[in-house]
């Protein structure tokens, strides 16, 4: 029973992946709360509408990698298109520049976060 269920399951994941049309990202860049100057707060890249899945996303301060960054698992939605979000905890300074690196289908694009500081 439980591996019949599996492999319906398993069917209409390999229908609606093989039916799904490649699509570019779309992204945000926003922080959890407004950002200020010397106040901890989180980056948050959220990336969605895209496919195929594989997909890269870097946070860069000042155009650097950013260190201890987290990332949701790769989830779908009704019409197969994949989303999912990076953030890391940072404290934002005076000067600093914060953007996000998708590379997708061998293309990368910056996003920049655009801080109301
Ligand atoms: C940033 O770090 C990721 C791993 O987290 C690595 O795959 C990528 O090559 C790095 N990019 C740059 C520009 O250093
Ligand atoms: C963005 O990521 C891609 C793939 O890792 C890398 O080649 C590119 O140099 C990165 N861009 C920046 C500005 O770090």
Redesign the pocket.
Known sequence: MRAFVLAVVCLICYIGLSVAKEASPKVQVYTRTRGEVGKANALICHVSGFHPPEI?I?L?KN?VNMTNTHQTDLAFDESWHYYLTKHAHFTPNQGERFAC?V?HMGT?R?YDWDGDM
Do not use: K, R, V
């Open positions: 890269t870097d860069l155009g690196n590379t990368s910056l």
